[in-house]
């Protein structure tokens, strides 16, 4: 099933990360680079949405979004076998990924496969927000299409 190339999507979990403008560092399994599969590019300009209920690729169920759209500009994206991450790579990410072991169990717990059905590899996207974060906690739906 395929979203919107000019979107990235998050767990309502992370909404006032994203909100807040704490969460800079995001990883998903695989080769996320584009033209790859859900991939994205250096540079691009993609909107941060927050996923109300879950779909399933397996199922072709799409999830539902919430109406908020925050954009960001992706800063860094680089494909890592998941053995050559270091503490430093975590810089930026969600309190509950934090180191290796947190993010193998959040990867499987996401996407309902273990690393090793993507050649063990993720792809780490570093972000930066192109709106204050101020006007973002004032009024989030501001950026609603």
Do not use: W
Request: with cysteine; hydrophobic share 35%; aromatic share 10%.
């Amino acid at each position: 099933m395929d979203l919107p190339r000019d979107e990235m999507a998050f767990r309502k979990t992370y909404e006032s990360l994203l909100v807040e403008q704490q969460l800079t560092t995001i990883f998903r399994p695989g080769n996320r680079l584009y033209p790859n599969y859900r991939g994205y590019k250096y540079q691009e300009v993609v909107m941060a949405r927050i996923i109300e209920m879950a779909g399933c690729d397996k199922s072709e169920i799409a999830p539902v979004f919430s109406d908020i759209k925050i954009p960001v500009k992706i800063n860094d994206i680089r494909t890592f076998y998941i053995s050559d991450l270091t503490e430093a790579d975590f810089h930026g990410s969600s309190p509950d990924v934090q180191n290796l072991e947190q993010l193998l169990v959040h990867l499987e717990e996401i996407y309902d496969r273990p690393i090793e059905s993507y050649d063990n590899t993720v792809t780490r996207i570093q972000i930066q927000y192109l709106v204050e974060s101020a006007e973002l906690a004032q009024d989030p739906t501001c950026f609603i299409d």
